[in-house]
């Protein structure tokens, strides 16, 4: 009851006496009080109020519109791209590291907010203060881990003729254009959690799509920034060595000190990172084998970031409200969702409806405007809606077993939450668009 407290509006004087005298009419006799009730739109389809809906979906036509900036930024530096073989097939797994990292770290601000034990304290050894340390040495030790696997899945399963980068080049690349990447991210998502409690927003409605809007609009350009210190010699070789030092020196310096909630993030962040980060490199090689379909109508480039981010994301918002609700023990594992779980989950299909048509169409008329080649407004809105259900169907199934499953072996579910989305749909997220393409005869 006390959890409950938090999350229900209790009524007010008002409302108290109001049914007090409803109680009192006909002559003395009890009359049934039937309580008014908050306006549910869509019959109450997507959440108890009209606050949860507005939030989340402002959110991700946020982080859609975003996320063609970025499909526009790809495609304009394609030329430096061209000149670094290799660069491409790592530059997803670039842009998810910050949704993998400062999603769980603003879930666990939610998770700490709703249950009262987050204070805005910024010494080191404060909750807070841990939970910014953990992060940002997550990324960057993840970062060089996500490196070295780049150059090695890079030799093995690219064409023999391709002259990849090197691993230097892939190290400093990772990890300096990342480390400028996550400060970027961290502040957005520090003033994320501090907006949410001055203006009452609830963090696990938002965060998910807009960590995932900065990510891809920050990270890119700072890849691209970083790439002018490829490829020249020794300079490149002294800095990669430098940074993966400094990389090391932060992961051995947060395992062996006594910040145990930085500590913990980090050890139970890392294996879900790095897998995370080989699927990616994996969906590139898939998208890149696909590049055919996607040049005859050049518009689904533009479309393929929003796409795959705005699935990631709602997936995400998923994973957070499940996370919460298990924290606060408002939720309980069953072989079929029910209660809350059953209703959060139909929440992220409607939530999926207007968003996919949104992106479909934005990006349609943007692109053609921009004198991408299209198959039609409605062609393309239909593949993005039925690819993004696809992909919506199958990030409900990973949020919903994933928190559960991750629970049961004693972890946090903040932590591995939107890393597991992220890591599943990034290969059949691409495989939901590219069956959409060849159901629709679009490709």
Do not use: C
């Not at 480390?179 to 409690?197: C, E, N, Q, Y």
């Amino acid at each position: 009851m006390v959890l409950r407290s938090l999350l229900v509006r209790p009524p007010t004087e008002d409302e108290d006496q109001e049914q007090v005298e409803a109680g009192r009419a006909g002559n003395g006799r009890r009359r049934r009080v039937v309580p008014r009730l908050a306006w549910r739109p869509l019959g109450g389809l997507l959440g108890p109020a009209i606050g949860d809906a507005s939030q989340s979906l402002g959110a991700l036509a946020l982080s859609a519109t975003t996320s063609l900036i970025t499909g526009f930024t790809l495609a304009f530096f394609s030329d430096t791209l061209r000149d670094h073989p290799g660069l491409l097939l790592f530059i997803p797994a670039a842009i998810g590291l910050r949704g993998n990292v400062f999603g769980p770290l603003g879930s666990r601000l939610s998770t700490a907010m709703r249950a009262g034990t987050l204070t805005w304290g910024w010494r080191h050894d404060s909750l807070l203060g841990q939970n910014v340390i953990g992060a940002m040495a997550s990324a960057t030790v993840a970062a060089l881990g996500l490196a070295i696997i780049a150059e090695l899945v890079a030799l093995l399963l690219t064409d023999d003729t391709l002259d990849v980068i090197g691993i230097s080049d892939f190290v400093v690349v990772s990890v300096l254009g990342g480390l400028l990447a996550s400060v970027v991210v961290l502040a957005i998502t520090l003033g994320l959690a501090v907006a949410s409690a001055r203006f009452g927003w609830d963090l696990d409605n938002v965060m998910a799509p807009l960590v995932s809007a900065s990510g891809d609009f920050v990270t890119l350009p700072a890849i691209v920034v970083v790439t002018g210190l490829i490829g020249r010699g020794w300079l490149t070789h002294s800095l990669a060595i430098a940074f993966a030092a400094v990389a090391l020196f932060v992961g051995g310096w947060t395992i062996r000190s006594s910040l145990a909630t930085a500590r913990r993030i980090l050890l139970e962040a890392m294996p879900i990172l790095l897998f995370a980060g080989t699927l990616s490199l994996l969906a590139g090689i898939v998208l890149e084998r696909s590049i055919d379909r996607f040049l005859t109508f050049s518009v689904l480039i533009v479309l393929l970031p929003g796409y795959l981010s705005t699935a990631g994301a709602l997936g995400g918002i998923l994973s957070n409200r499940l996370s919460t609700k298990v924290h606060l023990g408002l939720v309980e594992a069953s072989r079929i969702p029910r209660g809350d779980s059953r209703a959060d989950i139909r929440i992220t299909f409607v939530l999926a409806l207007p968003i996919f048509v949104f992106l479909a169409s934005l990006a349609g008329t943007v692109g053609v405007a921009a004198g991408r080649t299209s198959p039609g407004l409605l062609l393309l809105v239909a593949v993005a809606l039925t690819g993004g259900l696809l992909a919506t169907a199958f990030v409900a199934i990973v949020a919903y077993y994933g928190t559960f499953a991750v629970v049961r072996f004693g972890l946090d579910p903040d932590n591995h939450g939107i890393p597991l989305v992220s890591a599943s749909l990034d290969v059949i997220g691409a495989a939901t668009l590219i069956g959409a393409l060849v159901l629709w005869g679009v490709a």
